[in-house]
Structure formats: C-alpha cells, structure tokens
Antibody, heavy 122, light 106 residues
Framework: EVQLLESGGVLLQPGGSLRLSCAASGFTFSSYAMTWVRQAPGKGLEWLST????????YYADTVEGRFTISRDNSKNTLYLQINTLRLDDTAVYYC???????????????WGQGTLVTVSS | DIQMTQSPSSLSASVGDRVTITCQAS??????LNWYQQKPGKAPKLLIYDASNLETGVPSRFSGSGSGTDFTFTISSLQPEDIATYYCQHFANQPRFGPGTKVDIK
C-alpha cells in the first residue's frame, strides 16, 4: 500500500524558512516523479513543484520559483520542499503526491499524503 | 500560462441526478487533463486521468470526456457520498488546477 506522510508544518513569522518532508513507502520511490501541491484555507489547489524520479529535473510554478526548492533523497525514500522568505500568503496545507506512471513527470497524481499545515503569522 | 475555468462553481442536485461539470482551458491542452474529488478535510483523490480514463477502483458512474480546450466531467447518478469539491487539472506545461466545483445534495 502506498503511503505518503508529510511533516514539518509549523507556525512561523514572515521572512523565516522551513523544510517540509514527505516520507514515502509502498512503492519504488526512485521510479516516480513527485509533486508538491498546496491549499490555502478555504481556497483551491495550487501546483507548486515537481521533481523527476532521479531528482535530475525539477519544475516550479512561476509564483514560487526562486523561493521554493524541491529535492529528494532516494536512499531515504523522502521528498523535501524548502521554503525561504516566508510570506503571509504561504499559509496553507501542503500536500505531497506521487505520479501515476513511473519514469515520466506527467503530474497525474494518484496518491496523496494527508497534508501538513504551514501557518505564517506575525 | 494556460488558465483553467470551471463551471458551475457550485451546484445542488438530488440523489440519482445526472451531474455535469465543464472545464475549459485557455489553450489547446490535447487530452492532458485530470479530474480530482476532494472531500472536506481530506486530500484530493484522482478520479479521471487523460480526460477520459477512469482511475482504478473509481465507480463507473464517474466519467470524463473532451479534448483540446473543452472538457466535461459527469456523475451519471449522484450518490450521497459524492458530496465534494471537484477540480480539473491540466499538465500540458506548468500544471494548473481549475477553481473547483462544489457539489451538494438538494
């Protein structure tokens, strides 16, 4: 059974940084592209970033490029999202999700974690 | 950047009704479109991929169609457990989700 477990959500002040983690199990992690999606309170879903299975290719939404960094450690079956210079509008539930098909980063997200809440407040 | 619109933004229907949601892309996205269901407090769930393919384990009352810029998602017979918000999502280039359609029981 595929399991994705996010962690790292916290209450932080604007300008701070944090790293979210997503621990994966139940599938060959290194074969699948992985994605981060967030959802602000009461709002819709926002794609943030995708990383290939090897980690060699990364993709970002224009709105977060330069401030967010996606990475993965295939030896630990873990996905990361580094967020710098936090802003109030980064407040959201952050989900990690797995691509449906191995080998390509197509962003067909067939398994999702339960999400981790990041709150940015002064 | 390809924008996605969905209509309606919300709807209320009776159990057993046929429900249709439309999603429009600002440019041709071929069939690079998925549909997700999100229940309150839960993570989204993939229902339809590549515009018309039913994800494994998803009831057959859910279906999708379309190509290019215009897509349709249908629930053939609405059930109480289908109360949720439904999102389309393209992956033609920078992936983007539609704004969502909230489905309620009348």
């Amino acid at each position: 059974e595929v399991q994705l477990l996010e962690s790292g959500g916290v209450l932080l002040q604007p300008g701070g940084s944090l790293r979210l983690s997503c621990a994966a199990s139940g599938f060959t992690f290194s074969s699948y592209a992985m994605t981060w999606v967030r959802q602000a309170p009461g709002k819709g879903l926002e794609w943030l970033s995708t990383i290939s299975g090897s980690g060699g290719s990364t993709y970002y939404a224009d709105t977060v490029e330069g401030r967010f960094t996606i990475s993965r450690d295939n030896s630990k079956n873990t996905l990361y999202l580094q967020i710098n210079t936090l802003r109030l509008d980064d407040t959201a539930v952050y989900y990690c999700a797995k691509d449906r098909v191995p080998g390509i980063a197509a962003v067909r997200l067939d398994n999702w974690g339960q999400g981790t809440l990041v709150t940015v407040s002064s | 950047d390809i924008q996605m619109t969905q209509s309606p933004s919300s709807l209320s229907a009776s159990v057993g009704d046929r429900v249709t949601i439309t999603c429009q892309a600002s440019q041709d996205i071929n069939n690079y479109l998925n549909w997700y269901q999100q229940k309150p407090g839960k993570a989204p769930k993939l229902l339809i991929y590549d515009a018309s393919n039913l994800e494994t384990g998803v009831p057959s009352r859910f279906s999708g169609s379309g190509s290019g810029t215009d897509f349709t998602f249908t629930i053939s017979s609405l059930q109480p457990e289908d109360i949720a918000t439904y999102y389309c999502q393209h992956f033609a280039n920078q992936p983007r989700f539609g704004p969502g359609t909230k489905v309620d029981i009348k």
